[in-house]
């Protein structure tokens, strides 16, 4: 088997990816008509042009934009069936998926339309092609305080079909620090909690989000590497950092791939795993990230059963599960 075909042959799971940033320009333009809202642009060709990004903000002021068209549950159904579709070409088999309440509830649609909707393309995932999942509902971290406890009490309605909070958005000026109650307070909940942190930021929030927040994984925490005593505690913890490539060199946090630190990660410890963040605006979903990274910077066979069986350990899956799937990844030639 060569790369590519180990790549394509390895179950996967991934714990690091937006709903609202698998929406394909496709269907953008589908859910537009059929929501009578206009877009800025005339084609799909002018909203893949427009995907030019030079930092987190840059995007973010596309991504949200984007996500004004889902008004009907059946738009946020639809859009997470379509991410599944692509999971299934990927083998990732099983999927944590973040979602922004407050990207939709700022708008008037209800928390309800976006949970059920979300709630049955997972159903239907898991009964159709056999892909387990989970949601994990993020506060936008430019937002207040404030408005965190208010989606956090909608959220405990919810409880049984949401694993876990996290903390995404624009991240320098909203350290982890703003967020400490509204996390404990998940936690005493029964939430488990992720947050973004050391992606644009820097080393200083992954030890807030480690010591304030208590988090159980770091989104991206490429950063970290700045900090060697950081480093150390990672190491020490087990402490999985959910690194998305692709998105990384699209938001300029790198210059180019082969300067991309997730080799160096992966061998002095760290318990790193690979993801797409918003692989419809960063130009690739899962495959295309494990092909980046390998072909920038020479991965070996086994560093991509690493990252593969990484991915399952550091999931919220149940012991057993993750026992399974990482057997099958042994079992591979
Ligand atoms: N929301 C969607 N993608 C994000 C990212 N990469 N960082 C912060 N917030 C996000
Ligand atoms: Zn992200």
Known sequence: MNHLELI???PKAELHVHIEGTFEPELMFAIAQRNKVAIPYQSVEEVKQAYNFHNLQSFLDIYYAGANVLIDEQDFYDLAWAYFEKCAEDHVVHSEIFFDPQTHTDRGIAFATVINGLQKACEDAKTKLGITSHLIMCFLRHLSEEAAFETLEQALAYKDQIIAVGLDSSEIGHPPAKFERVFAKAREAGFLVVAHAGEEGPAEYVWEALDLLKVNRIDHGVRSEEDPELMQRLIAEK???TVCPLSNLKLCVVENMQQHNIRRLLQQGVHVTVN???????GGYMND?????????D?????????AINSFEASFMSETEKTQWISKIHALA
Do not use: G
């Not at 797409?276 to 960063?282: E, N, T």
């Not at 991965?299 to 990252?307: G, M, R, T, V």
């Open 276 to 282: 797409s963040d918003d692989p419809s605006y960063f």
């Open 8 to 10: 394509r042959a390895l």
């Open 239 to 241: 402490m999985p950092l």
């Open 299 to 307: 991965l070996s066979q086994e560093e991509l059963k690493q990252l």
């Open 289 to 297: 990230n494990f092909i980046a990274i390998t072909e920038a910077l």
